[in-house]
């Protein structure tokens, strides 16, 4: 079965610092996206980073960057300089057997403190 | 940019209510679902729809039935809520031809079964 597990329940950090997120998965698939998305308070949830398991290069966007390790089945999400407007609820999320259909993980809060 | 509606951003309806969550896109997706987020379990999928008048039970359906007359609308009923139902409804969309899993999403419906 794919499953899609996130581990830190909370996390925090100072503006202008670096935070990981992390998330690990399984799945039977040889080629597959993997997506971080992200849900501000009271808002909609949005695309943050999109990674496609057959490169090799770590997806960047902006501030945003993934470390994709394949064989170990890993995505973790790396927010550098750090803003107010980055703390949400951040998901991890992975399609369901080459479907359009999306797994998502339990999520993780992140607080960013001035 | 894609729109995605939900016709109520707060519902309190009382045990035993026929409830309807209404949800329309402006993009012309073929792809339709319904998402349910609870605290520490993230996002689980009722239903999914990939055209009109068709449909997939996803992890969770039980309670819940759906209906896609015309394609940019998809509509989720509870027969009779129970409290248990109490929770925040995601809607979303995507393109088949794009074929990356990624979805857009509306800005939820918080439903308050009392």
């Known amino acids: 079965a794919q499953t899609v597990t996130q581990s830190q329940p909370e996390m925090s950090v100072q503006e202008a610092e670096t935070v990981t997120l992390s998330c690990t998965y399984d799945?039977?698939?040889?080629?597959?996206?993997l997506f971080w998305y992200k849900q501000p308070p009271s808002r909609q949830m949005i695309l943050v980073i999109r990674?496609?398991?057959?490169?090799?290069q770590n997806a960047t966007e902006n501030r945003f960057s993934v470390n994709f390790q394949k064989a170990a089945k890993s995505f973790s999400l790396k927010i550098s300089d750090s803003q107010l407007g980055d703390a949400a609820m951040y998901f991890c999320?992975?399609?369901?057997?080459?479907?359009?259909?999306?797994?998502f993980g339990t999520g993780t809060r992140l607080q960013v403190f001035p | 940019d894609v729109k995605v509606t939900q016709s109520s951003r707060y519902l309190v309806k009382r045990t035993g209510e026929k409830v309807f969550l209404e949800c329309v896109q402006d993009?012309?997706?073929?792809?339709m679902f319904w998402y349910r987020q609870d605290p520490g379990l993230g996002l689980r999928l009722i239903y999914f729809?990939?055209?009109?008048?068709?449909?997939e039970k996803g992890d969770i359906p039980e309670g819940y039935s759906v209906s896609r007359e015309k394609k940019e609308r998809f509509s989720l009923i509870l027969e009779s809520a129970s409290t248990n139902q109490t929770s925040m409804y995601l809607c979303?969309?995507?393109?088949?031809?794009?074929?990356?899993?990624?979805?857009?999403f509306g800005e939820g419906s918080r439903l308050t079964v009392l």
């Open positions: 993009m012309d997706h073929e792809n």
């Open positions: 729809s990939y055209d009109v008048k068709m449909k």
């Open positions: 990674q496609e398991a057959y490169k090799q």
């Open positions: 799945t039977s698939e040889s080629d597959y996206y």
């Open positions: 999320a992975l399609p369901l057997g080459g479907t359009d259909k999306l797994i």
């Open positions: 979303a969309s995507s393109w088949v031809a794009e074929n990356t899993g990624e979805l857009f």
